[in-house]
Nanobody, 118 residues
Framework: QVQLVESGGGLVQAGGSLRLSCAAS????????MGWYRQAPGKQRELVAR???????YYADSVKGRFTISRDNAKNTVYLQMNSLKPEDTALYYC????????????WGQGTQVTVSS
């Protein structure tokens, strides 16, 4: 069982920045992908960014150029640097780990709240 713990959420003004962290209980190298999802009230959970085992990355169109996903394998931690934040970025952000060969959505953290004020 993989445990994921997110941190770094909070309240920030539009145009500001936050860095989210996701600490995993095991090696993130054992995962096919690590990612960040978000869910706002009344909205579906959406994939924000993902980094694959080989290092390739995916970003949702809404965050391209503003968000950066990265990882520190030695610390078993994945980060999401969020710059130029907008009120529409307000959501509960979840860390996700997808094992190799998984037929499910993998493992999830508890979520960390990001609120961007106008």
């Amino acid at each position: 069982q993989v445990q994921l713990v997110e941190s770094g959420g909070g309240l920030v003004q539009a145009g500001g920045s936050l860095r989210l962290s996701c600490a995993a209980s095991g090696s993130i190298l054992s995962m096919n992908a690590m990612g960040w999802y978000r869910q706002a009230p009344g909205k579906q959970r959406e994939l924000v960014a993902r980094i694959f085992g080989g290092g390739s990355m995916y970003y949702a169109d809404s965050v391209k150029g503003r968000f950066t996903i990265s990882r520190d394998n030695a610390k078993n931690t994945v980060y999401l640097q969020m710059n130029s934040l907008k009120p529409e970025d307000t959501a509960l952000y979840y860390c996700n780990a997808l094992p190799y060969g998984s037929y499910s959505m993998g493992y999830w953290g508890q979520g960390t709240q990001v609120t961007v004020s106008s």
